[in-house]
């Protein structure tokens, strides 16, 4: 598969996905390119919804955050990754395997609404920077995909130990993944790619291991 043409995804978390991640989503969504796709999350997400300062500043801006939910963060999402940006959520920050930079930028709960202009301006110019400057860098580094599959192998290995050798069972895990690059929503796919591994390893002819001469 074309790494420059597979799909790839920024995570962007904060305290409560109520302030700064939503809004760093958008303007992603606003200035990013098609084949990266922003989501953000945290673990505590805010029952009541974006806050109003915030949804007031993006709607001057023409983005209407009104309707979206604060999202909990997932294992999926923080495995599925491929960067990550946390928003100075300090010791509440989520564990995201793979590339994380954090952006220093204060909540805006309870703040004034020209306070939260500032800070919604700050993150759009974080936004464009990032589009401007780390988009091959996203587009191509496999931490992330490495962290999966060193996730499924154990699992494997332990279970097809006396069926395949190693590096059978680690090019079969390691395609199943990348079938997986252009999933649009990418929930469970840990547990799709382990059962698709898990199939193909029981096979006589694997599709996964044909290039090995299987």
Known sequence: MDT???M???LFACTHNAGRS???EA???RHGPADVRAESAEQQPRREGVWPNVVAAMQEVGIDL???RPVRLTPEMQLHADW???LACGATCPFVPGVVEDWD???PAGLSLEETRAIRDGIEQRVIDLVEHRLDLIRTDRTAHHLRLQALLPELIHEFADLRSDEEIRTCADAVLAGFTD???RSHVMTLARRRTRDCLRSEHCDALAPAGR
Do not use: C, E, G, K
């Open 183 to 185: 999933a649009p929503i």
């Open 22 to 24: 939503p809004m760093a």
């Open 27 to 29: 303007f992603f969504q």
């Open 8 to 10: 790839r995804y920024v």
């Open 4 to 6: 420059l043409a597979s």
């Open 105 to 107: 930028i204060p909540d």
């Open 66 to 68: 009104s309707a979206r």
């Open 84 to 86: 990550a940006v946390t």
